[in-house]
């Protein structure tokens, strides 16, 4: 049975319609914050970061006033990428993390992300516990007066995150020589970002790094990638990084303005690792990662699995199979050897460890050839159209149309109202035939 609040990375929506109104915020604090209330802890902690989004103004208050009055006491961050979060809520000892964000939707969207106490994010399970919680008559979950939670602002989220990041790799790196294009998506990163490069000596050029509330994501950042590709170009850079709004995801464009994913990032990581005898058992990938990576892998005699879409699905399978390094074409990439969910400015860091000495990111990220892959995203009112017997038929025959020659995913978006359809063959013609079959039977 699905989840009746969060989908596959935390709850999502519109603000001011359904569960992204400051009534629902205050049933998920106290609600949360009752389940994690109940672990044997001398104080109850609860820390809480938010990305750029004017709304959160609005949210975040009614969060802290459901968590206060359930007894949690409560740090604000203010903005910090989402792994930021996780890895404070792990040193803080706190209980439980929250993140107000929606990643990489535009601004009119919003919603949040929990962590537990050992920064991963919640099981299906512990979702399900909360959803209870939620929907039960929430006068039980109120404290007592005197046990009300108290609430403080914490000014060095970002420094104490930088620190953190910087204590995984050698005392002496520095990125002195390098010339580097920062797109912080006006979003959760862009203080941490450029501060961070800075510190390690690189010359940085910002851009997305002037937060309005209503510019997150829009026409920038990871989502579009054409902008850091163009300003590569333009200022003459040795790599191009772009995030999205929380900074769990990176994209990058080489000198030469090509733009590197996930998959290329992870096959590199892959490889290095091997080599360096760091990488253990082997990669997991997604539905979504393009089959030129399962082959490069192969070919490298590296393991790779497949989970659901989602960064969460591939930590719990990395987990379960003990491996420490996986994530998703979109560029959720998770170094499970430093962290416990998907971490843009981390990954760049791993990328630049590596870049200082090659100083040419056309050869470092260029690692396999992909398969031709198209994704269409549909806008629709009801995801469960493609569990119709129409649209379930047209699949089953693109399948067999695209046979040998290639992959077809249809699959609902786990965060916005769209079917996604993706395609990849060396058979461009057969992708288009495929692609058009299906949306012509979802529309």
């Not at 509330?213 to 989502?223: D, H, M, P, R």
């Not at 850091?228 to 464009?253: E, P, Q, T, W």
């Not at 399978?317 to 416990?340: C, D, P, V, Y």
Request: charged share 25%.
């Amino acid at each position: 049975m699905k989840n009746k609040y969060f989908g596959t990375d935390g709850i999502r929506g519109t603000v001011n319609k359904g569960n992204i109104t400051g009534e629902k915020f205050f049933k998920f604090g106290l609600a949360s914050g009752t389940f994690f209330k109940n672990q044997k802890k001398k104080k109850q902690i609860a820390i809480i970061a938010k990305d750029t989004r004017l709304s959160g103004y609005t949210l975040e208050p009614a969060l802290v006033s459901g968590l206060v009055s359930g007894g949690m006491h409560v740090f604000t961050l203010g903005p910090l990428p989402t792994n930021g979060l996780a890895m404070l809520t792990k040193s803080m000892k706190a209980n439980m993390g929250i993140m107000i964000t929606a990643s990489h939707n535009p601004y009119y969207d919003n919603g949040l992300k929990l962590f537990g106490p050992d920064g991963m994010k919640l099981s299906d399970n512990i979702e399900k516990k909360i959803e209870k919680l939620i929907d039960a008559k929430n006068t039980k979950q109120l404290t007592n007066p005197k046990l009300l939670g108290r609430v403080k602002r914490l000014e060095d989220g970002n420094d104490k995150y930088i620190n953190i990041l910087k204590q995984n790799f050698p005392k002496n790196f520095n990125l002195k020589g390098l010339k580097i294009v920062l797109d912080c998506a006006n979003g959760a990163c862009y203080k941490a970002a450029p501060k961070l490069l800075k510190s390690l000596g690189a010359k940085v050029i910002s851009i997305g790094v002037e937060p309005n509330g209503l510019n997150i994501n829009s026409k920038c950042g990871s989502t579009h990638p054409n902008k850091i590709k163009l300003a590569v170009k333009k200022y003459n850079a040795h790599l191009g990084i772009a995030f999205d709004g929380d900074a769990d995801r990176v994209i990058m464009s080489d000198e030469k303005g090509k733009i590197i994913n996930g998959d290329q990032i992870i096959a590199m990581l892959a490889k290095r690792w091997k080599t360096k005898k760091i990488l253990k058992g082997g990669v997991i990938g997604t539905l979504m990662s393009n089959y030129g990576l399962e082959r490069f892998l192969k070919d490298q005699n590296i393991k790779f699995f497949r989970s659901k879409v989602g960064d969460r699905y591939v930590k719990e399978k990395m987990k379960k199979m003990n491996f420490n390094l996986g994530g998703e074409q979109s560029g959720h990439i998770i170094l499970g050897k430093f962290a416990t969910t998907g971490d843009g400015l981390l990954v760049a860091l791993e990328v630049l460890f590596s870049l200082r000495k090659i100083r040419k990111a056309s050869k470092l990220l260029s690692v396999f050839k992909p398969l031709p892959q198209v994704l269409v995203n549909i806008n629709v009112k009801d995801k469960e159209i493609i569990n119709k017997s129409n649209c379930l038929d047209a699949i089953k025959k693109a399948k067999k149309i695209m046979s040998n020659h290639g992959r077809i995913l249809v699959r609902k978006s786990g965060t916005e109202p769209k079917v996604r359809i993706m395609a990849e063959s060396h058979n461009k013609i057969l992708i288009s035939k495929c692609i058009k079959l299906i949306k012509k039977t979802i529309k």
